[in-house]
């Protein structure tokens, strides 16, 4: 008889039953497999492979070079390195712009071919069409307002949103647009905190944070932004819980000077 214990993975239902039970929802990018390990067993409730991957992992400037193949590369290795968490893939973009059928057959890949358990997609209004038919084939969709980093040459750069009562307006028509065409969550970019509470309190799908304030119902965080990993700027909303970065780089350090003066290898690194 087997005692391997059997883990229950989180799931988009479980969302919402945490949002009625007013326990907050932990959120954190991954983008390989040591990563999503090491988050999966510190307990978050799901792993977003966020398009961000771009600029914290492979160097871009944006999210806007991202494509689906290296979205579907890196979910894979997330979802390899998971048990517990729902891992969300994040839509890049382009890829679900062109046409609802393109945006389904795309969605339809995170789950197909990488195993995700869900699917992100930034847009209001203009994509509440899309994220009811996302969901109509079975898959579940967490929407995403507010800053939209794939539209940032149209928001004129990484600006908060919602300030004016106009835009806030329309944010908030956007969220319950959303959450009626389906979506089990909505994370909200970047937003003043008075406007998050009133979206969070006007939805009953859970919304998750990231720059909007503790009133949201769970939050997100970059996992090399809460880390200290990603040098090149760390935003307002960002708090860094630890500096691996120089840590990584003492430890390095180390190794090359142990090399050059002959130290390492050892005789207890070595064979006989």
Same mark, same amino acid.
């Given at each position: 008889?087997?005692?391997?214990?059997?883990?229950?993975?989180?799931?988009?239902?479980?969302?919402?039953?945490?949002?009625?039970?007013?326990?907050?929802?932990?959120?954190?990018?991954?983008?390989?497999?040591? &990563?999503?390990?090491?988050?999966?067993?510190?307990?978050?409730?799901?792993?977003?492979?966020?398009?961000?991957?771009?600029?914290?992992?492979?160097?871009?400037? %944006?999210?806007?070079?991202? #494509?689906?193949?290296?979205?579907?590369?890196?979910?894979?290795?997330?979802?390899?390195? #998971?048990?517990?968490?729902?891992?969300? /893939?994040? +839509?890049?973009?382009?890829?679900?712009?062109?046409?609802?059928?393109?945006?389904?057959?795309?969605?339809?890949?995170?789950?197909?071919?990488?195993?995700?358990?869900?699917?992100? @997609?930034?847009?209001?209004?203009?994509?509440?069409? #899309?994220?009811?038919? $996302?969901?109509?084939?079975?898959?579940?969709?967490?929407?995403?307002? /507010? @800053?939209?980093?794939? %539209?940032?040459?149209? *928001?004129?750069?990484?600006?908060?949103?919602?300030?004016?009562?106009? &835009?806030?307006?329309? *944010?908030?028509?956007?969220?319950? @647009?959303?959450?009626?065409?389906?979506?089990?969550? @909505?994370?909200?970019?970047?937003?003043?905190?008075?406007?998050?509470?009133? $979206? %969070?309190?006007?939805? &009953?799908?859970?919304?998750?944070?990231?720059?909007? /304030?503790?009133?949201?119902?769970?939050?997100?965080?970059?996992?090399?932004?809460? *880390?200290?990993?990603?040098?090149?700027?760390?935003?307002?909303?960002?708090?860094?819980?630890?500096?691996?970065?120089?840590? +990584?780089?003492?430890? $390095? *350090?180390?190794?090359?000077?142990?090399?050059?003066?002959? $130290?390492?290898?050892?005789?207890?690194? %070595?064979?006989?």
């Amino acid at each position: 008889m087997s005692t391997e214990i059997s883990i229950k993975r989180i799931t988009a239902k479980d969302f919402l039953e945490k949002k009625k039970k007013g326990e907050k929802i932990v959120v954190i990018t991954a983008y390989d497999y040591p &990563t999503s390990m090491v988050a999966d067993q510190s307990g978050v409730d799901a792993i977003l492979v966020g398009d961000s991957l771009g600029m914290v992992v492979l160097g871009y400037e %944006s999210t806007l070079p991202v #494509t689906m193949e290296d979205m579907i590369h890196h979910t894979k290795a997330v979802v390899r390195g #998971t048990k517990r968490a729902l891992v969300i /893939g994040d +839509m890049p973009f382009m890829s679900y712009q062109v046409s609802v059928e393109e945006a389904v057959r795309n969605a339809g890949r995170f789950l197909q071919e990488a195993e995700a358990q869900a699917v992100k @997609l930034e847009g209001g209004r203009e994509v509440a069409e #899309t994220v009811r038919r $996302i969901v109509k084939a079975g898959i579940p969709v967490m929407a995403h307002i /507010g @800053l939209t980093p794939q %539209s940032i040459h149209q *928001l004129g750069g990484f600006k908060v949103q919602g300030r004016d009562v106009e &835009t806030a307006a329309r *944010l908030k028509e956007d969220a319950l @647009l959303l959450e009626e065409a389906g979506a089990f969550s @909505l994370v909200l970019e970047c937003i003043p905190k008075s406007l998050a509470k009133e $979206i %969070s309190d006007a939805l &009953t799908i859970p919304t998750i944070g990231i720059g909007a /304030g503790v009133h949201c119902d769970g939050q997100v965080l970059v996992f090399h932004d809460l *880390l200290g990993l990603f040098e090149r700027f760390v935003p307002k909303h960002v708090k860094v819980y630890a500096n691996l970065r120089e840590k +990584m780089k003492e430890a $390095i *350090l180390q190794y090359a000077r142990e090399v050059r003066e002959g $130290i390492f290898p050892d005789d207890d690194h %070595s064979f006989k």
